[in-house]
């Protein structure tokens, strides 16, 4: 109501640059690894990555940030300067294996406003703008997409309070620990100011160490549970490998 001294919300843009972390090992897909990036793993005639850049710039991000240790040269001489994509790539070398969070604080400079981040190893349909819509009107310094896990022991569970703002993290549940289903997707929209939370100069891990200390000083974080028509594929080893082949045939004819 005019008058009652509510600011009113003015949606911001939605950002146009990414983080994508693509500097694992991938030993649990070995030998397949040994002379092959994880995140360059094929699936349905294209890298993993390839098709995580298709979704991001199906979703208008367009600059984008690919942390590389193993075989880096794999991934570079693949994408170039990602113009063949319609995106502009830059790339960051780790001589050191810097996790999930360090790589994101090793090229801090080159994020100045809100950001996704995207766990280039996955296979995701997380409808992007839905995620920037519930970050932007929530006014929290991270939002974190959550997929529903039938069987969450692998995974980082989270609780949430009735307003979605998550309370709890925890990795990896053994099963008299469970006290959730909605696992952490490594689907991330971060404002610039969870980058002062993260020290350098040393690997960090967003869901072991940032995170939960995002909670602990009081710091909103919330949750984006993700829809019946989004999904999450884990690929960790073989067996994961060949349960998304087989799925992936399924849904490559529907146009995601």
């Known amino acids: 109501m005019p008058g009652d001294g509510a600011v ?28 092959t990036p994880k995140c360059m793993v094929p699936l349905g005639g294209k890298p993993l990555l390839e098709h995580g850049i298709l979704w991001l710039r199906k979703h208008g991000i367009t600059e984008l940030v690919i942390n590389l240790h193993h075989l880096p040269d794999v991934v570079t001489g693949y994408f170039g300067d990602g113009g063949r994509w319609g995106v502009r790539i830059t790339y960051s070398h780790e001589p050191q294996v810097l996790g999930t969070a360090g790589g994101v604080k090793n090229v801090e400079g080159l994020f100045r406003g809100p950001f996704f981040v995207w766990y280039g190893d996955n296979l995701s349909t997380c409808r992007l703008d839905r995620l920037w819509e519930r970050h932007d009107a929530h006014g929290g310094v991270a939002t974190i997409a959550l997929h529903y896990r039938e069987d969450p022991a692998h995974s980082g569970i989270v609780a949430e309070d009735d307003q979605g703002r998550i309370v709890r993290f925890l990795e990896k549940p053994r099963p008299g620990e469970v006290f959730s289903h909605w696992v952490n997707a490594g689907i991330y929209v971060l404002e610039p100011a969870v980058l002062d939370a993260i020290p350098g100069g040393r690997a960090v891990d967003f869901a072991h160490e940032v995170f939960p200390g995002l909670l602990a000083a009081g710091r909103p974080v919330y949750g984006y549970r993700m829809a019946e028509d989004e999904h999450l594929w884990w690929i960790d080893g073989p067996d994961d490998l060949r349960r998304v082949e087989h799925l992936w045939r399924e849904i490559a004819g529907s146009g995601v």
């Open 8 to 35: 009113p919300h003015h949606p911001r843009d939605r950002p146009v640059r990414a983080m994508i972390l693509a500097a694992g090992l991938g030993t649990r897909l070995r030998p397949l690894t040994d002379h």
